[in-house]
């Protein structure tokens, strides 16, 4: 079972930041947040993963609550080609991931 | 391009039939997971293998069984094939190891039964 809860969808302007939630109330010392998404079809994207800093890379920032029971994926500048479900995963570095529902992003001019 | 490789992209096949699906791992990643997503089941994870051994198994039927091979590649087969096995069978890799736990997908298979 998926240990993670999202918002089912949100909207975000296209060159607006896209701020999504993930509350994980119940997550382990061990496990590391992930995020993946799914655009239409195709095979999921790795976006970012944290243990309990906050990340960036070239997609995206990871923002970690301190208690580390809820995380946020921020897309500094949402373009269409970002309208996708998005997925938070919570999961020890080396196990399989199981998905959830995740949250369906749309990206609108 | 994740670098994982699946074949066949697509294919139609009847009822009771059998078929194999083929993905290759990114160079150097020696875990191979298999994922089934049809349109009400969401994402769901069938089984994972690490350097040819069994490490993980999820919702996977006894019809369906997989494989990894020496040169790490993988099969997944599905036997006795039924309507409701239409779906996209999706493949990952990682290397999995500690600090580099993220998982590459393919583009998926694309299974239609008739």
């Known amino acids: 079972d998926a240990k993670t809860t999202q918002p089912p969808s949100m909207d975000c302007a296209e060159g607006r930041a896209a701020n999504l939630p993930c509350n994980h109330s119940?997550?382990?010392?061990?496990?590391?947040v992930y995020w993946y998404r799914q655009i239409h079809s195709q095979g999921p994207q790795y976006i970012i993963h944290g243990l309990k800093n906050n990340e960036t890379n070239e997609m995206a920032s990871l923002i970690i609550t301190e208690d580390r029971k809820s995380s946020t994926l921020i897309l500094p500048h949402a373009t269409l080609r970002d309208t996708a479900v998005y997925y938070c995963i919570v999961r020890v570095n080396t196990d399989k991931l199981i998905f959830g529902t995740g949250t369906r992003l749309q990206v609108f001019p | 391009d994740s670098g994982v490789t699946q074949t066949p992209k697509h294919l139609i096949t009847a009822t009771g039939q059998r078929v194999t699906l083929r993905c290759s791992p990114r160079s150097g990643d020696l875990s191979v997971y298999w994922y089934q997503q049809s349109l009400d089941q969401g994402l769901q994870f069938l089984i994972q293998?690490?350097?040819?051994?069994?490490?993980a198994k999820g919702n996977i039927l006894e019809r369906f069984s997989a494989q990894q091979f020496p040169d790490l590649h993988s099969e997944l087969n599905l036997s006795s094939l039924e309507l409701g096995d239409s779906a996209l069978y999706f493949c990952a890799s990682s290397k999995n190891r500690v600090g580099a736990g993220e998982l590459f997908f393919g583009e998926g298979s694309r299974l239609t039964v008739l």
């Open positions: 119940t997550i382990s010392g061990n496990e590391y």
């Open positions: 293998y690490y350097n040819g051994e069994e490490r």
